[in-house]
């Protein structure tokens, strides 16, 4: 785990608390405990936890009391929830999955099962939270971990930033629907290229700015298939007209109205084979000032770093 997550469990046995607390801090977990719903509730939110284990029957409040006081709060919708309970009756569960709990652990539950369904729900858990909604691509959490363990690894790799030229004025002119039909479009666009290495990993650090990681080996050929497929896609974007003349007229940041080019890609590939790289940081830096290059020729183009 990336860091000791927290876990609230709720249980007015106290037999049962010390129990599965001892399991869940032997995995490794950080562990409050509560004897009964309302205490439960008080506690997660002075401790807010990344995941609430509830009995279904405690004193004061029922766990699925407790459940619907915390999806009423916009903060806690996407944190997983886990019923324990010995009841096993098909209603009761229907109940439960109207209230968006996540999993349910019958009593006398195994110690390695409740290991391992906290871990799964986590996991689920951290990938929904980082995950851009649209492209359903990793985020910047999961993009600077992956290139901090390239880093570490000592491989030969590279880093490719891309980024979508006149996207905003598209935006402007299209709508934010045709937009995020763009977004996508791209995204795939990307995916297909970087399966040229299987080992390879597609993040979207946000709107129309993505990340592809790959070994060295393979990075210019990736560019090359991304930029010879924006190049033959991009007009498929635009209506007919738009595609007749060959560019788009639309309003620029000043409010005047200005002739774009089609859409297009700039990529800026970042890579360790003339030099030692040895934080997020300069990768992001390097990355960035490629990438500005790239975008300032005409139409689809990548730079890769070639100083030592």
Known sequence: MEHKAKILLADDNPAIRMLVSEILTDAGFSVVTAEDGQDALDKIYKENPDLLILDYEMPHKTGFEVVKDVRSHTGYLQTPIIIFTAVTDKETKMEGLGLDIDDYLIKPADADEVVARVKLLLKRSKQKMDSNPLTKLPGNPSIQARVEQEIKSGRKFAVLYCDLNNFKAFNDKYGFGEGDKVLLASAQMLVRASRLDPTSFVGNIGGDDFIIICALEQAENIARQIVEEMTATAPTFYNEDDRNQGFMLSVNRRGETEKFNFLSIGIG???????????????????????????????????IDRRS
């Open 269 to 303: 590939i970042v890579h360790n084979s003339l030099k030692e790289l040895t934080s997020f940081a300069q990768v992001s830096n390097i990355g960035s000032e490629l990438k500005c290059l790239a975008k300032k020729q005409d139409g689809s183009y990548y730079a």
